[in-house]
């Protein structure tokens, strides 16, 4: 047999793990935000123990991601945009896909565990527990938080966002203000309306499958209103937070969520006329909008000491 039919394109490994542009942007703000607000800057990106958490937050936004994929595959197979994670998944092998998030889990909490016996710093490694504990609620019966709403959007986007700030800061600084209290909830109300935003397209398919989503539970266009109040709400939270660390500077980052949540809102119109968001679109258009005020966030504690 061909090479590639024994072994599976990178190509696959990079649809199992949704490293499309420009979602790889995200999982690295996502990573180093912690770092960044507890005032290590540039260079302490490079210190010990945040490389190791940074690596860790990696692999644990990654690897619930081909999980995600690995469980959803027939749901994504009725998915006429997101058909192709299925095909990926198909051909790395459903149960290789499983184990490869495994592998990945048991490497990033290895990594945390070097950082608590090396640094004496352990409450990384709690916080990643609780991510992975989340994750798999969200993916595995007998939970599967995907099936129940909004509890579902709000584990995903807590495990994905929220909770790698938190454990990145812990790891380079023991005490948390309450200014970085307010930044970990506004994130993950911002990551758990995108959620609910991010599904919007699925909603043939959720519905075929079970998948009791926001958009499923609610319809469309009353999931896409409240996933809008949520991206408020959370902007507002992580606004307070960044103000109350870095002042003015915080309006750099929130800009362009604002124009993210505009273009949500304009999509509220042909969704009441029945046209729901189109997956493609999203990815490469409304998305990278967000993208650019997750980095931009990143540069405000650079920039405002």
Known sequence: MPRLAERPAWRDIV???????????????????????????????VSPPAVLAIAANLLLIVAPLALNVAVDMSTDTRHTEKGYLAGAAGRFGRARALNWACGELVGALTLLLVLGVGWGRWWPLTVASAIIGAQLLYNLEP????????????????????????????????????????IVAGASVLSTGRTVWWAL??????????MNTPAVRYGPARALALACGLVALGLLTLGWGLWAAYGPWCLLGLAAHVVFLALALSQLPPTLRGEAPRAGPMLKRTLPVATLGEVLIAVIPLVAG
């Open 15 to 45: 649809v199992l793990h949704r490293l499309q542009f420009p979602l790889p942007v995200n999982y690295v703000c996502y990573s180093i935000w912690g770092c960044l607000f507890a005032g290590s800057g540039l260079g302490g990106l």
């Open 143 to 182: 939970a599967r938080l995907k099936r129940r709403g909004l509890a579902g959007s709000a584990a995903f986007g807590i495990a994905s966002m929220g909770l790698p700030v938190l454990l990145a800061y812990v790891a380079v600084r023991a005490e948390v203000p309450p200014w970085t209290w307010l």
């Open 201 to 210: 397209p699925d909603h043939a398919a959720d519905t075929a499958t079970g």
